[in-house]
Nanobody
Framework: VQLQASGGGSVQAGGSLRLSCAAS????????MGWFRQAPGKEREIVAG????????YYAESVKGRFTISRDNAKNMVYLQMNSLRPEDTAVYYC?????????????????WGQGTQVTVSS
């Protein structure tokens, strides 16, 4: 079972990136999925989450209106569209799957994790 995150990179403030998370080894269509990030010296925090069916969307206050999570269960994919990026968005971004159908906020509630993709936003 593997989650593979991709799409990170370096952009200037105001730019956009689209992160993708590909699941393999099993289907996650019945699982809540989340995107987390961790900046140096900081704890891992949730950025966005989705219920198993794409509903119940959760966003951290800091990204509301700028980031959009979506999923394609038929393709076993989850996405994070990030617009109007800011230097404070710089972090390693992780996708994760929870053993429940409904969005969880705490990282400890997720039991499958991707390897992370670096996002760097310069001012």
């Amino acid at each position: 079972v593997q989650l593979q995150a991709s799409g990170g990179g370096s952009v200037q403030a105001g730019g956009s990136l689209r992160l993708s998370c590909a699941a393999s080894g099993r289907a996650f269509s019945s699982n809540a999925m989340g995107w987390f990030r961790q900046a140096p010296g900081k704890e891992r925090e949730i950025v966005a989450g989705s219920n198993w069916n794409g509903g119940g969307l959760y966003y951290a206050e800091s990204v509301k209106g700028r980031f959009t999570i979506s999923r394609d269960n038929a393709k076993n994919m989850v996405y994070l569209q990030m617009n109007s990026l800011r230097p404070e968005d710089t972090a390693v971004y992780y996708c994760a799957a929870a053993p429940t159908r409904y969005v969880q906020i705490q990282p400890t509630s997720y039991d499958y994790w991707g390897q992370g993709t670096q996002v760097t936003v310069s001012s």
